[in-house]
């Protein structure tokens, strides 16, 4: 019976399972799709019980497909969602929507009070906090459902909720508590004044329990699968299960030791690109870069310290950029998918690189949802410039290409603004779902003037996954080892140079211009 470890990823509309061998191979698969509510205000909402039903589908399904494999472990990985298990969360809403969307951002007001306070642990998150971070939910919570705050009896990110069901045990993982709650890795504490300074002083009075004080790596066991939780999965009890990541983060570890190609996993940027993108980036010593998240310690590899940006929507945004022109509703009437439509035509007009001259006059500011890194800015608003009288598809393919290149712009925008505080990167591997779009990668290679490397595996976050329940499992001795051994690439997108160049340095700086602007 072949050995294999399993990774399972719960995203923003899915839970997926992964079955890998030890070479990194995948054996089998499996999805099945959760629900979201959303709601005005910018509310968005997951039920537990049904992320929890999708989670033991999308197992069963992988495993049949990677047939005779003996699982040495479990990891796991989530969006950076909160759990509030079994309260109520929106005015007249269902009970059971007990989970606050990582795109929630119903606590944006919450955000800015925070970001007034001029708070220590502020400089740990590029110096203002997210309303897509936890701590301002839990202030909107206990300022708006004070019953559901006071009752809940602890308050869990997706990952760390996951591995609970789980195993039945309350540890937290170091990545999902540093990255999106404020504890101090680096100092292995949470910090009581931020928390009295910012109104949430009950948790600190509590010693923390309800938000975590079994706090561990990411990758270390926390304990074997519940009889109740092996019954759902169909895996054998006692299973070793291991500490989880935030997903994008478990798209890192899947993909930024692979041997081959430019850089190492200290000087690449791993970038995450579906319906949101992340970016980050790893070094040996903190390096603080205003509006970038972090510097996080030993929150995604081990001993680093990591740099976390990103775009609020990336491929959110390129649907909602081709829906608003005038050709989509005829062609989504016609074809299955319009954005795979258009990357094949594209493909057919020459190489990716020469269709920076089609869109030259156009340049998009993808912020629909706001500005995630570096300007920290969630009201930040999207903007196109260029737009013509043609109405038919050769424009649509053109505002297609915009719409990548804007993308492409955000992240070369990331990648200096790092650079500048002296966090330079030499290549960047992609990931994620819109991250598979042919198109997408020369351009952002192009734009941001980077080699974009490509994983071998096409499941790299699940990869990811199963990386840390090799370790759990015992399968091999470390977290750094499991990477070399696991991944590797397929290959690489150079940036183009002369003319390509020129025409990428011309929309960038209207693009920067048009941000003050938006």
């Known amino acids: 019976m072949k050995e294999a470890v399993l990774g399972i990823d719960v995203g923003t509309g899915s839970a997926r399972a992964g079955v890998f061998d030890m070479q990194g191979q995948l054996l089998g698969v499996g999805k099945q799709d959760i629900r979201m509510h959303e709601g005005p205000d910018g509310i968005a909402e997951h039920e537990s019980a049904d992320i929890w039903t999708a989670v033991g589908q999308a197992t069963r399904a992988a495993l049949s497909k990677a047939g005779h494999a003996r699982v040495l472990g479990i990891g796991v990985d989530a969006a950076c969602s909160l759990v509030i298990e079994g309260q109520q969360l929106s005015e007249g809403g269902c009970p059971a929507r007990d989970v606050i969307v990582w795109m929630d951002h119903r606590a944006t007001a919450e955000a800015e009070e925070i970001n007034a306070g001029n708070h220590a642990v502020l400089a740990y998150v590029g110096g203002r906090i997210s309303p897509e971070m936890q701590t301002p939910k839990l202030l909107w919570l206990a300022r708006h459902r004070p019953e559901a705050f006071a009752n809940a009896p602890h308050f869990m990110d997706l990952a760390d909720w996951l591995t609970y069901r789980l195993t039945g045990l309350q540890a937290r993982s170091a990545c999902t508590l540093t990255c999106k709650w404020t504890y101090l890795a680096h100092e292995n504490r949470w910090d009581p004044d931020y928390f009295h300074g910012v109104g949430l002083g009950a948790l600190a009075d509590e010693a923390f329990c309800r938000i975590g004080t079994d706090i561990r790596a990411p990758g270390a066991p926390i304990g074997g699968l519940a009889p109740d939780a092996a019954g759902d999965l169909g895996l054998p009890e006692d299973t070793p299960v291991a500490t989880g990541l935030i997903d994008a983060h478990a798209g890192g570890v899947g993909t930024l030791g692979a041997p081959d190609g430019p850089g190492t996993a200290a000087t690449r ?224 997108h150079r940036p183009a140079a002369g003319q390509h160049r020129e025409a990428h340095d011309q929309i960038y700086r209207r693009y920067r211009a048009l941000q003050t602007a938006a």
């Open 269 to 492: 940027m791993a970038y995450v690109f579906g319906t949101s993108a992340c970016t980050m980036t790893s070094g040996a010593r903190p390096i603080m870069v205003p509006g970038v998240w972090g510097p996080y310690f030993n929150a995604m590899l081990p001993d680093l310290w990591l740099n976390e940006g990103g775009q609020s929507a990336a491929g959110a945004a390129m649907d909602q950029i081709v829906r608003l022109h005038p050709a989509y509703p005829e062609l989504s009437a016609r074809v299955p998918n319009v954005l795979d439509h258009l990357t094949e035509r594209a493909l057919t007009l020459g190489d990716p690189s020469d269709l920076v001259h089609r869109a030259a006059r156009l340049t998009v500011v993808p912020d629909f949802n706001g500005n995630r890194a570096p300007l920290a800015d969630p009201q930040a608003r999207a903007i196109i410039a260029g737009l013509g009288m043609a109405r038919d598809e050769p424009s649509l393919i053109d505002l297609f290409v915009a719409g990548l290149i804007g993308i492409g712009c955000g992240l070369r925008h990331i990648i200096e603004a790092q650079a500048e505080c002296g966090l330079e990167t030499e290549a960047i591997v992609i990931s994620g779902g819109a991250g598979a779009n042919p198109v997408a990668r020369q351009l952002l290679a192009d734009a941001s003037g980077l080699p974009v490397l490509v994983p071998a595996t096409d499941e790299p976050v699940l990869l990811g996954a199963a990386m840390l329940g090799a370790v759990a499992g015992k399968a091999v001795p470390d977290l750094s080892t499991a990477m070399g051994q696991m991944s590797a690439l397929r290959g690489q």
